[in-house]
């Protein structure tokens, strides 16, 4: 295992040449794929952007990264390339014109998915020094409950599962949230709509996990919002840009934007969850 990181020598470092206040780290999952967590977490990045926040997204979907795809770009290096050796954080980070900062993962690498002890270390190293030069960490997690996506899940200061209103996307959601309470000690997860129906009410979706998880589990949810079924979701897709960029005035951009808004005005006291601290040097203040 790689050399342990002198965790308040990094904090006293990077305090003083960044921010004073250490990014608030979020991670964005779900049960299953094709909800759209990671259109939101794109999206949730560029309109927390134009609100002047720095935001860093990490593409944490180490076996089949997505985000570079969205933005249109190709990364010159990956996660891949970090946990080799082969390139420094600053080789890796890709500066966006939207103004989003991306840390690419490795499409297609398997051998990554599951990451051993030594390169947990060398991310956690890397990352970590990252903590106060943004506002904002966006980790846009693999769906299922793999070990690479609870290792994310427990890092994070805040936990998003995205769901939608089908019965299978209820189903995993509990899944996920019932993994991270009865054996990773998680007590509070956000939750999201996506893809809601127009003039439907995002609570009522929320309400059926609510009930499955208050009869079951000890972990308490909180709800976020509904982002609204769109079709030009599909067609930012395909032009490979944010559909906040391509139609700011469509239902999902209000939407997206009023979710930004919801989580920047949120005062509630900052807390670690605890666990393995892949954030830590972003979290040190509230450790």
Do not use: C, W
Not at 16 to 30: G, L
Not at 52 to 73: E, R, T
Not at 204 to 221: I, M, P, Q, W
């Amino acid at each position: 295992m790689g050399e342990i990181v002198d965790f308040q020598i990094l904090k006293e470092k990077y305090h003083k040449k960044y921010m004073t206040t250490p990014a608030k780290v979020i991670s964005i999952t779900s049960g299953k794929g094709g909800v759209g967590k990671t259109h939101t977490t794109v999206n949730l990045g560029l309109a927390l952007t134009k609100m002047g926040k720095k935001v860093l997204i990490l593409d944490a979907d180490l076996g089949l990264a997505n985000v570079n795809i969205l933005l249109g770009f190709k990364p010159g290096a990956t996660i891949a390339d970090l946990l080799s050796g082969e390139a420094s954080m600053k080789d890796v980070i890709v500066k966006h014109s939207s103004g989003l900062d991306i840390l690419p993962a490795a499409s297609g690498i398997t051998q990554i998915i599951n990451l051993g002890d030594e390169q947990r270390q060398i991310l956690l190293s890397a990352v970590g020094e990252l903590g106060f030069d943004y506002d904002y960490l966006l980790v846009d997690t693999a769906a299922g409950i793999g070990d690479s996506v609870i290792y994310f899940n427990q890092a994070a200061e805040e936990i998003i599962v995205v769901i939608n209103s089908e019965p299978t996307s209820l189903t995993d959601a509990y899944a996920l949230i019932k993994v991270l309470a009865t054996q990773h000690g998680i007590t509070s997860v956000s939750v999201l709509i996506n893809r809601n129906p127009v003039g439907a009410d995002g609570r009522s979706t929320y309400a059926k996990l609510v009930a499955a998880t208050e009869k079951f589990l000890s972990v308490r949810l909180k709800y976020l919002g509904a982002i609204s079924e769109d079709e030009v979701v599909a067609e930012a897709v395909r032009s490979q840009q944010p559909y906040l960029s391509l139609y700011p005035s469509a239902r999902a951009s209000i939407d997206i934007n009023k979710l930004a808004k919801k989580i920047v005005e949120d005062n509630s006291p900052r807390q670690s969850q605890g666990g393995l601290q892949f954030f830590f040097s972003a979290l040190l203040e509230n450790a």
